[in-house]
């Protein structure tokens, strides 16, 4: 997985736009979703926060709603707490470095976007899902967006091309995206997905999102 800290850390608000076809509209229709399904009080759980942009994009949506800010890089979380702090929004984030143990939080939803994809293999892609399970109250949604299998032989191609033409990525980094998606991605199925999700008590994910290689899915925690 890249490392998510120092320039990685730095540059990625820049970054991200050029390596994820729809990265605006995935996180827009994904508050779009949120902003018409919770209660005034709800408690989002954002697992992989990065910078903090779902929280951003959220933020407007209900003033009342608390966050929880959740990722494995401190480095990440402190420019989204530089973030939420310039919106006068910090009160309303918990920030949480490291791993989901436990049931600390009932959240009302989960978000997972362009996280999971970095988990590498079944097992481990189930713990963390198992502990965003944990941590929802019952029938709590989740929203999953994460790189996938390829559906065709073009599709990835495609991909590349457009996000150099596009997008503004340079040659360089359409090398090192190549590069990346066969060493530091682990793109899953739908198909695995779904039993993933079925084996931990989520309903069969809802797809919302897709653009060329990344898709989007809503599931919920079944009681
Ligand atoms: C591509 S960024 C996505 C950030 C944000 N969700 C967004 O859409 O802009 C991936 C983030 O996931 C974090 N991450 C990677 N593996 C993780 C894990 N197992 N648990 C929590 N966060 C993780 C990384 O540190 C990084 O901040």
Redesign the pocket.
Known sequence: ????TGEE?LN??QR?GKL?PG?AL??QITAAQLAVTLPPNATIL?????????IIELADANKDWHFIA????AD??AIADQNFTNLGIRERVTIHHG??GGDAYKADAA??????H??QGEH?KSA?LGQVYTNLKPEGQLYL?DLMSPENDFEREAQFQYCHTALGLTEQGVTKMRRNFTNEFFPISTQCLTELLGNIGFSTPTPYFKALGFSAFSTHKCI
Request: proline share 2%.
């Open positions: 997985m890249p490392t998510f850390a990625y608000d991200i994820v990265y995935l996180h954002v697992i992989g926060a990065g910078t903090g942009r779902e959740q990722d494995v890089s990440m979380l791993t989901i978000l997972c976007l362009l996280v999971m970095f988990v481990d963390l967006a």
